[in-house]
């Protein structure tokens, strides 16, 4: 499965972006998809997930701000984001779990005045 994300980029403290990953096959096909985030000398850290019934989870840091859903007849996930603020700058990976897991390539998400 190949992901490709996109929809980074700067904004100002307060904003909001949408990011969004496309799956190269059926999203059916994919049990659990989501968004993890890398801050530099960080490791990578959960975002939200999204699993093929709808059923979500988001880290504590991200609840209330961020919504993340799929749309199964376009084969993408998107990841709304709301109030952000600096601490939400990093980069930002979608995956993939079917038998495996899979990682598209990052999206920069910074936060900054």
């Known amino acids: 499965v190949q992901l490709q994300a996109s929809g980074g980029g700067l904004v100002q403290p307060g904003g909001s972006l949408t990011l969004s990953c496309a799956a190269s096959?059926?999203?059916?096909?994919?049990?659990?998809m989501g968004w993890y985030r890398q801050a530099p000398g960080k490791q990578r850290e959960l975002v939200a997930t999204i699993t093929r019934s709808g059923t979500t989870n988001y880290a504590d840091s991200v609840k209330g701000r961020f919504t993340i859903s799929r749309d199964n007849t376009r084969n993408t996930v998107s990841l709304q984001m709301n109030s952000l603020q600096p601490e939400d700058t990093a980069v930002y990976f979608c995956?993939?779990?079917?038998?495996?897991?899979?990682w598209g390539q990052g999206t920069q998400v910074t936060v900054s005045s």
């Open positions: 096959r059926s999203t059916l096909s994919l049990n659990v």
């Open positions: 995956n993939a779990i079917t038998f495996k897991s899979y």
